[in-house]
């Protein structure tokens, strides 16, 4: 069965610098996502991807964030100059075209920002 | 605005016992639910899901849950839990009225179940 995948699975980085998270959707789907998940809290939206520009985005994704699909295949989130409560786990979920479907997710990056 | 409601935080029960679990959403169009499954160091798994006909639906594991229209409500349930549902639990919508849109979680209940 196809899946999402992401890399790296937990990434260590140092306050102020750049990180990149990867993610690698389903082949032929269309809408992609990131969410992340700060430890012991919900699930939040992040931003929404379709036809190689941002559908929408939330308040959380300020101008420190960005993402593209630089070669037709990743799905890239950049966090230009991280900080401390950017440490959270980062889903990618991508989703196909059609209202009766299901978002399927990665399995998360966890990243920390010492 | 759209949110999603989850009654419980912490909810421990024993085993064999019944699990409820309370979800209500606040969206007055049409909408795709979801309940997800988050096991103690995993990534989020689907559970269940609901996008039309029969109400009550029913997922992996014995999990099942009704859509109550009328009551905003698609609340999971399970006759009798085992250790191994020990987890976070997430209810999730979808508003349907743009293809592409974001899911909406809910804050999660985290259940333990003793063995």
């Known amino acids: 069965e196809p899946e999402v995948t992401q890399t790296p699975s937990h990434q260590v980085t140092q306050m102020g610098q750049e990180v990149i998270l990867r993610c690698v959707p389903i082949?032929?789907?269309?809408?992609f996502y990131w969410y992340r998940q700060i430890l012991g809290q919900k699930v939040e939206f992040l931003v929404s991807?379709?036809?190689?520009?941002?559908?929408?985005k939330s308040e959380i994704f300020d101008d420190q964030f960005s993402v593209e699909r630089p070669d037709g295949s990743n799905f890239t989130l950049k966090i230009r100059s991280t900080k401390l409560e950017d440490s959270a786990m980062y889903f990618c979920a991508t989703l196909p075209q059609g209202n009766h479907n299901e978002q399927f997710f990665g399995p998360g990056t966890r990243l920390t920002v010492l | 605005a759209q949110s999603v409601s989850q009654h419980n935080h912490h909810v421990i029960l024993s085993e064999a016992a019944s699990l409820e679990l309370g979800c209500n959403y606040s969206y007055g169009g049409t909408v795709n639910l979801f309940w997800y499954v988050q096991y103690p160091g995993q990534h989020l798994q689907l559970l269940l899901k609901y996008f039309s006909g029969d109400p009550l639906v029913k997922g992996i594991k014995g999990f099942e849950a009704e859509f109550i229209k009328s009551k905003f409500s698609f609340n999971l349930r399970k006759p009798s839990v085992q250790w191994s549902d020990t987890a976070e639990y997430f209810c999730?919508?979808?508003?349907?009225?743009?293809?592409?849109?974001?899911?909406?979680f809910g804050q999660g209940t985290e259940l333990s179940v003793k063995p």
């Open positions: 991807f379709y036809n190689n520009e941002i559908s929408e």
């Open positions: 999730a919508v979808f508003p349907r009225g743009n293809q592409g849109g974001k899911l909406i």
């Open positions: 082949s032929n789907h269309l809408y």
